[in-house]
């Protein structure tokens, strides 16, 4: 199995920056990609960005340009840099990791943009 633990939300204005943090323990060398996903009230959760082992990327058209998904040395830690937030970036950020042993996810962080 694969435990998350994210942190980095809060609170900023619009136009601000949050970086949101991922860490990965247990059976990490079964990861093979991890990524943000994010759920706004009422709608669907969905991918904002994700990076695969071979270091690749990929990101929502929304948060082209303003949202960076980076991993740490030891590969364990994916990190979400969020730059010009917007208000429509508001949601409950996820923590995803796919694994050969299956998808896991973590608890979750709020990240609130007011106008």
């Known amino acids: 199995q694969v435990q998350l633990v994210e942190s980095g939300g809060g609170l900023v204005q619009a136009g601000g920056s949050l970086r949101l943090s991922c860490a990965a323990s247990?059976?990490?060398?079964?990861?093979?990609?991890m990524g943000w996903y994010r759920q706004a009230p009422g709608k669907q959760r969905e991918l904002v960005a994700q990076?695969?082992?071979?270091?690749?990327?990929n990101y929502a058209d929304s948060v082209k340009g303003r949202f960076t998904i980076s991993r740490g040395n030891a590969k364990n830690t994916v990190y979400l840099q969020m730059n010009s937030l917007k208000p429509e970036d508001t949601a409950i950020y996820y923590c995803?990791?796919?694994?050969?042993?299956?998808?896991?996810w973590g608890q979750g962080t709020q990240v609130t943009v007011s106008s």
């Open positions: 995803r990791s796919e694994t050969s042993l299956g998808d896991y």
């Open positions: 247990g059976s990490i060398f079964s990861i093979h990609a």
């Open positions: 990076i695969i082992s071979d270091g690749s990327t």
